[in-house]
């Protein structure tokens, strides 16, 4: 009987686990979902994601200046620890040069 209950404690643990996991590998969005989806929601001049002799990076162009603090708060809460400790993010009003 007792042998019974540690077997199913352990096969309860597993299966906790690799729920988790699951869970947490498949709620994470990708970095080119989340710039695309900030693209549909801000007025921007541009956005690129990419690799660069520095590393990773994102960079994205606002049209207003405003909207700088909302994209990095953005940015902060939809991409993984992991994507925003890779990428150097850059998020700027910078012009147009006419």
């Known amino acids: 009987m007792k042998r019974n209950i540690k077997f199913f404690l352990i096969g309860l643990g597993i299966a906790l686990v690799l729920g988790v996991g699951v869970v947490y590998f498949t709620s994470s969005e990708s970095v080119d979902e989340v710039v695309d989806s900030i693209a549909e929601d801000f007025d921007l001049r541009s956005k690129s994601v990419g690799t660069n ?31 925003l400790d890779k990428y150097r993010i850059d998020v700027t009003a910078v012009p147009r040069e006419k």
């Open 53 to 83: 002799d520095a590393g990773h990076f994102i960079y994205i162009n606002l049209k207003n200046r405003e909207d700088i603090p909302e994209v990095e708060q953005i940015l902060e809460k939809r991409l993984s620890r992991k994507d």
